[in-house]
């Protein structure tokens, strides 16, 4: 995901939040990214480790908190954040592979396999699709015009002494 390099005039009439259907994409995909790590993350404890349920709980835990960091990021505007949580469900995919195809031994969790793959499917979707594109470029527009605005106030305060 790349900003768009069109560039936008001064006459654009820009909104305080961003179009309805690209918050409903970021929410939606946001919802849909959170109950995809949960369940792909215990599928895949659950599949390759015995581990006790506390130290599965702080690794949701701490990965819960690096998520909302991360997300944080893209409500700012940050595309490199996008990249990063596409490349984490692409890893994560690839971890959880092979768990498909040996689904044999855990015929128990096939409607919980067919929920994280579904939900996995859905972020990936809506992470690439055009209303959560326009989502973050609005986001990184929107703290560009911010900064922008504090240069010039800065200038204007440094021109006229800190009359202010």
Request: net charge positive; hydrophobic share 55%; with cysteine.
């Amino acid at each position: 995901m790349k900003r768009q390099t069109k560039k936008k005039s001064d006459d654009d009439i820009v909104g305080l939040f961003p179009p309805m259907k690209s918050i409903a994409a970021f929410l939606a995909a946001t919802l849909s990214m959170i109950l995809s790590i949960a369940l792909l993350n215990l599928l895949i404890f659950d599949f390759y480790f015995e581990i006790k349920i506390e130290h599965v709980l702080m690794y949701l835990f701490t990965t819960t908190i690096i998520f909302s960091g991360v997300n944080f990021a893209v409500v700012r505007g940050s595309f490199f954040a996008v990249k990063v949580l596409q490349w984490y469900f692409c890893i994560l995919f690839i971890i959880f592979l092979p768990t498909v195809f040996l689904i044999v031994e855990k015929v128990t969790f096939i409607y919980a396999y067919l929920l994280a793959v579904v939900f996995l499917l859905m972020s990936l979707y809506l992470l690439q699709s055009k209303y959560y594109q326009s989502f973050v470029e609005y986001q990184f527009d929107a703290l560009e015009d911010i900064k922008e605005v504090r240069a010039e106030i800065a200038a204007e305060r440094a021109k006229h002494g800190n009359k202010f």
